[in-house]
Structure formats: C-alpha cells, structure tokens
C-alpha cells in the first residue's frame, strides 16, 4: 500500500519569502503522479502543481516549484514570493499510473497548514 | 458544467436519520470520486466510479454508506441512520485522465 508523509502539520512565513513544504511517500509502483493541492477556507481543493514520476526535471508553475527525488521518495513543493492568498492548506497527494483507460484513487498526506504573514 | 458542483452545501441532520448527498461532476469526465475530511484530517478515500460502475467501493467504512452514478453523470452517497462520527465534509471530484482530479467545494455534514 502507498503511504503519503507530510511531518509538518503548521507552517508560517513573511509576505514575499520563500518557503518549502516537505511531503514524502512510499511506494513500490515505478510509475505514477505526484500532485500538491491547495486547500484556501472556502473548501475548495486546487491543483497547484503535478509531477510525472517518469520525468526527472522538476515541475514548475509560475512561485511554485518542485523537487522530487525519486529515490528518496521525496516531493517538496517551493512557494517564491510568497503572498498573503497564498494563505492554505497543502496536501500532497500520490496516484499510481494506472492503464487501460482507468484513473486510480489519489492517496493524500495529513496537510500542512500555511499562514503568509504581512 | 464549469466546475463539479455539489450539494447541498451544509447539511445538519439528527442522529439516526438518513442523508443523502449529490455531486455533479464536470460534462465529460468518466471518473468520479468520493472523499470525506474529518477536521484536521486528510482526505479519507471512499469510492470510485468509472461511469456507472464502481471498480473500488474498499474506502466505505460501513454498511451505513452507499453511492451510485446514473448515466455517467450525477452521483449521490447516501449515509443511512448517520452517527456522530459521521460528521465531516464530503468531497467529491472528477477527472478525465491522469491531470488530475477537480474537485467541488464539499458538504459539511454535522450529525447532532
């Protein structure tokens, strides 16, 4: 069974740093998605960035950027030029590649709840 | 539609009684899925659907819970003779490939 790591429960940082978001997972599927979602008060679940287990260069989305290590089994999701909206809930999330037309369940982390500091 | 679209958006039922709750997934997408979220939790998987039948229903927690998908499109959990640990908010997502889920806003449900 896939499990999905994230060991930091709260995060905070100051309007315009940086900060990094851990996430690690275990697997012993070769190929699959990794994903980080975003989760703001209203409830409503955003996809901030995916990574193709396949591809070694790491996904990028304007602040947001990633660094997967495949064999650490690490997903880091960076946030640059952090903004007050980018106030959240985090999670990351695993699906295994699946075949034949079907999509497969995502596994999710516990989160990491952000604060954007003024 | 736009977006997947779920309701109602809060919903407080007595202890014992049944509730049942409706997603409607974006005009296309041939997957369907159902997460509950207890607070301060992740998503907890409960069941997939590719069209109208349900290859993995192994995340439902108890005989209590029950979903279907009619014509590929709408869907709806119903939770018989809810308890207190029912309570959460239930979200339901779409997708068409390997991109990605999109999700709607989720029902809250409190069970008193």
Redo the contacts between chains.
Sequence with gaps: AQTVTQSQPEMSVQEAETVTLSCTYDTSENNYYLFWYKQPPSRQMILVIRQEAYKQQNATENRFSVNFQKAAKSFSLKISDSQLGDTAMYFCAFMKRSYGGSQGNLIFGKGTKLSVKP | GAGVSQSPSNKVTEKGKDVELRCDPISGH??L?W?RQSLG???E?LI?F?GNSA??KS?LPSDRFSAERTGGSVSTLTIQRTQQEDSA?Y?C?S?L??????????T?LTVV
Aim: aromatic content about 28%; hydrophobic content about 35%.
């Design positions: 041939t997957a899925y997460y939790q992740g998503l998987f997939y590719q290859p993995d995340g908010v979200l997502a997708s490939a390997w991109f990605g889920y999109t999700f709607g806003s989720g809250r």
